[in-house]
């Protein structure tokens, strides 16, 4: 059972443009949601997250949009740089639960190309 | 302020042996969450160590298992390997339980099993 689903495996955008990265979740009990930015061989780095308070988290060229009534949460990086070239993970953790755990959900990734 | 550091960064084991690999938390940090990464896949939740307790654990066997140091450091141990636990081992840190707290990776140990 997926319940964080990265559904466009791979995303080709110019530079300069707005690249948009898309998420769904089926867990209503997720409250706390993540982006993160992996190049090959490194691991995992923290981009931005959003709590389930707000629809909207910006830092600098980084937006995460969360519509909790459509289960969706969106990255927009503008503008793209080549740089961002990477696999963009999202992730999501729910409240409760045993142990009040930080356990986070993963999506499968979206591979990001952004062309010079 | 040092990162998560991961050892080794590689490993080859053979079927039905044991692996420890071995994780140092970011400063400040005392919470350590071990995923594992399937190729094409995105990180599963293993378990969680919190103040040298397990504090939460995903759908893998007891064979998985685990330590906290009072330094915050963490220890993977699996016993009796199996081809399928070839895959990429990550730890990440986090402050307090890891709530509303964003987790911080290391780059991993990749473990291959012949």
């Known amino acids: 059972d997926q319940q964080v689903k990265q559904n466009s495996p791979s995303l080709s955008v110019q530079e300069g443009r707005i690249s948009i990265l898309n998420c769904d979740y089926t867990?209503?009990?997720?409250?706390?949601f993540l982006w993160y930015k992996k190049y090959p061989a490194e691991g995992p780095t923290f981009l931005i997250s959003?709590?389930?308070?707000?629809d909207k988290n910006e830092d600098g060229r980084f937006t995460v949009f969360l519509n909790k009534s459509a289960k969706h949460l969106s990255l927009h990086i503008v503008p793209s740089q080549p740089g961002d070239s990477a696999v963009y993970f999202c992730a999501a953790s729910a409240r409760g639960g045993s142990g009040n755990t930080g356990k986070l959900i993963f999506g499968q990734g979206t591979t990001l190309q952004v062309k010079p | 302020e040092t990162g998560v550091t991961q050892s080794p960064t590689h490993l080859i084991k053979t079927r039905g042996q044991q692996v420890t690999l071995r994780c140092s938390s970011q400063s400040g940090h005392n919470t350590v969450s071990w995923y594992q990464q399937a190729l094409g896949q995105g990180p599963q939740f293993i378990f969680q160590?919190?103040?040298?307790?397990?504090?939460g654990r995903g759908n893998f066997p007891p064979r998985f298992s685990g330590l906290q140091f009072p330094n915050y450091s963490s220890e993977l141990n699996v016993n009796a390997l199996e081809l399928d636990d070839s895959a990429l081992y990550l730890c990440a840190s986090s402050a307090g339980q890891g709530r509303n707290q964003p987790q911080h990776f290391g780059d991993g140990t990749r473990l291959s099993i012949l």
């Open positions: 959003i709590s389930s308070i707000k």
């Open positions: 867990n209503s009990m997720f409250d706390y």
């Open positions: 160590y919190y103040r040298e307790e397990e504090n």
